[in-house]
């Protein structure tokens, strides 16, 4: 295949590999945010489809060196990608964990930098996980029938990685002159001290993340309590960490259900909580749930220990009937 | 009875006087428009009767003792459902009635909040009345130009935070009335605060509020609900893991509290605040109300309990006793735990120290 059938055939398809690209990405997108994330907090860059130009596909099939295509189009497998750049190293597992277990595609792991590491252990430089997914069977999205042979690539990588690779991509790979070897050392030098800082990130969010009220996902289930009961969507602030951490020690496996036990007994609560949503405070967080039940079983420590003013816990005193000041 | 999810709708002031120096009545003041209270001002409002009558108040449950058409009681079952213009004309036969009931001149003068609402999650009507007593206090001033900072002293100020300036009763409409057979007590639930009450001595003193005015009288309960709560203490203070030392002074606290405070209520809470620290005195009130008293404070009747509080008892496995008047006990008898010789395991065998201060005038 010359280059004039080589452009022509990749014009005729670039539809095919962009309806497969939007659906990998659409995909990836509806698992993350069913298992719990909000997308605009996930992703550190928002994730698009992109498909390689004629002229880097073209330069990338017959000029690049030490690249030797026997049937250069098919084995181009990143004419469609998709890249993923997330805080975590954990983030990175949880995508991986959904591409693996997904039916939609069958998956090729090309590199995975923990892999990487073990064969070259002494060695610092590039790091991301790339798999090829491929569709199953023939099928059709959008209007356009996608054969199973079309690849997508997905890269995934953090966010300290990806400004490796953005750094090392165009200002090395594209570098008009040779590169001296201070300059490579440099480069690996700021490698090993990204991949020492995503290891102190991954402690650090560990430990924050250590306690009874992620362990019991106390915050989820308040949550979805209060949907239920009022059918408005809380809107959670800073301030319920505070009194989360302030009544840590109350925090524990059955507090959801003592809590929905609790508004069952209290269902009149329903209707304090929607007619004061709109004055705002405590009353649009789930937290509130909490407070009350605090209020009736545990006036004391809660006055003794709450972190706001008290007139933030009169109006919900009212509701309750409960005595602050006898 | 538990002061939940209530609102208040009408609310009206008049004024009472104190006796003139022959003691002559002085007539009411009477308002004829309902007070209008602005969001803030009426959350207020509201948080006064709530720390007046709500959870863990000193309020206490009363029963209704005078049916006679022209008593209080019988005003209020008229009164509640009034149209608001007859409402404002016949509220002010809460303050005439408040007025016959201060019968002498040391019972000083005050407004009369009459309010109505609805309370608790059928929304159930209640009446409302406080009577607050008017004071004098100062006013923060911050001059503009200096920012120096004076006071102004302000001759007449009420319903400042803190309930012991101000009386309040509160008639709750019973959920599912009962029977006309018990009378107004079957279809209204009474809640009185007052300070006085709980006061040392302070029974007499409060009744012309509690009875003469509002019709009250204690419940037949009191002498009940006064042993479930020793009950309950006692059972609370047993399974504390505290040293016996510790569980000893408890005991004495209880019965103390009980028999020698001449008080005529018996508040939890405070009782929980002396003894107990934060969690534990939530653990208390926990335990209560599991165990059924009532959310808020209640009168004193030692009657179920005398022989009870008369005496304290110690008792060992082995069939040793100390047994001693509580009073004596308390000063005289001491008790320590202390390590005693080493069990089977290698570990001490818990032993007890009694100190008596006195020395041995008979024994058998």
Redesign the interface.
Known sequence: MNEVDFKEKWDLEKPIYKAWGDFVLENIENGIRDSGESLDVFFKIPPSVRLKSNESLVDKAFYRPGKNYSDPYNDIEDKVGVRFVVLLLENIDKICKYIEGSANWSFDKCKHFNLDREREPLLFTYQSVHYILRPVDTFNYGGVEVLPNTPCEVQVRTLLQHAHAELTHDAIYKSKKAVLPAVHRTVAKSMALIETTDDFFTDVTKKLNEGPVEQFSVQRSLDEIYMSLTQIEPLNQKSSLAIFDCFEKFVTEDLPNDIEDFMSENSFLVDSIKSNFDSGGLYRQSVVLFVYYLLRKRKQRLMADWPFSMEKLEPLANDLGVSLYS | M?????SVDRIIIHQVFQRGPEGEKIKPLQSHDFTRFDNTAM?AF??RV?????????AVQMEIVDEDKNGMPAIVNEIVGKDDADFVVSSYDVAKKLTDAQKTRGIPGGIVVVFTGT???HKHKFLGVIKAEIYSAYEKLIDKKTNEISLKYVEEVLLT???KLYKTAGFFERVGSLSDSDGLNSKWSVLISDNQISQTDGKAAAMYFYSDFLGCGYPETSARTTKKFYDAASAFIKQMNVSAEKKIDLYNALTTYLKVNTSSVVSP?EF??SYFD??T??EF??HLSEKGLPP?SFTKDNAHIASKLKVRKVQFSKNVKIIAPSDVFKDLVSIETIEGDLDESGAPKVWTRILVKDLVVNQE
Request: charge should be negative; glycine fraction near 16%; proline fraction near 3%.
């Open positions: 538990q002061l939940i999810n209530f959350d509201k948080s709530r720390d007046a009558l709500g959870d863990g108040s000193k309370h608790g999650a935070p803190g309930t809470q929980g605040s934060v969690d005195q939530d009130i926990a808020t």
